[in-house]
C-alpha cells in the first residue's frame, strides 16, 4: 500500500497510546476498546514537527471523559505535532476508529485530502482530514473537527488524557517539563482551567515512565509487546 504520513497532535503523540489502535484493545484508565487495524504493524518512521496553527480543547471524550484534544489551523502560533509514517489503509483505519467506525473504511476521502488539502467524510468530531504539509514527498494528513476554535465552547481536558498528550510531547519533542507546561498553559481549554502548578504536577509525574518506547527519524518504531 503506498505510504503517508499520519499527524498527531492528541494522545496518539504518546507511541503507546497509537499502539492501542494499531493493535486494538483498551488502554489504561480508558473507557474503550478498539478494534486495532487491519494491519498491525508498527509505523516505518516517526519523526517531531511543528505545524502552522494550534490545538484546542471541546467536547466530551467518551473515552478518557474531559475535553478532546482538536487542531485548527486557523489559531495562531504553531502546534507541536508527531508524524508517524503509516499505510494509507491504517491511516484509514486509525481514522475510522477515532470516528467510531469500524475498520476497513473507503480510501476515497483519502485521496481527496491528499490531493485538495481537505475532505470532510461527515458533520461529527475527527470526521474531517486535512492536508498540513507534505515529508519526503509524501502527503501528511491530520483529522480534526469541521469547525474552528472560537466557533465552539472550550472544555477542560482530563488529567489522564492531558498526561498522556505531555508523555507524547516529551517523548516526541524531548521537551523538558517547564516547556512542555508552557505549551500545553496557553492552550483554549487548559488555559483559566489547569493551574500552572497542577500542569507541573501533572507533566512531572511523566517522567517516571521507564524509556521503553524510543523514536527515531531513521528507524521504525519500536513499541513494546503488551500480549508478550
Known sequence: MP?????????????????????????PGGL??????????????????????????AGESRAWTGGMAFYDPDLPGRAAVRGYLVTIEQFADIAAQEMYRPPGADLAGIRTAAGTGRATL??????????????????????????????????RPAAVYLGMLA???????????????DYLAGR????????????????????SDPPAVRSSSDSRLRVPDRRA
Open 3 to 27: 505510504l503517508l504520513w499520519y499527524v498527531a497532535y492528541g494522545s496518539n503523540l504518546h507511541a503507546a497510546r497509537l499502539d492501542w489502535y494499531l493493535r486494538g484493545g483498551r488502554p
Open 32 to 57: 474503550r476498546t478498539y478494534p486495532g487495524c487491519r494491519d498491525c504493524r508498527p509505523p516505518h518512521r516517526t519523526v517531531p514537527t511543528l505545524i502552522p496553527g494550534g490545538i484546542y480543547f
Open 122 to 155: 461527515g458533520p461529527g468530531r475527527y470526521e474531517t482530514l486535512l492536508r498540513v504539509g507534505e515529508r519526503d514527498g509524501l502527503p501528511m494528513l491530520t483529522f480534526t473537527a469541521p469547525h474552528r476554535a472560537v466557533e465552539v465552547p472550550w472544555t
Open 167 to 181: 508523555r507524547g510531547l516529551r517523548e516526541a519533542h524531548g521537551w523538558d517539563v517547564a516547556r512542555t507546561v
Open 188 to 207: 483554549p481549554g487548559v488555559a483559566g482551567r489547569w493551574t500552572r502548578r497542577a500542569l507541573r504536577t501533572l507533566v512531572g509525574a511523566t517522567g
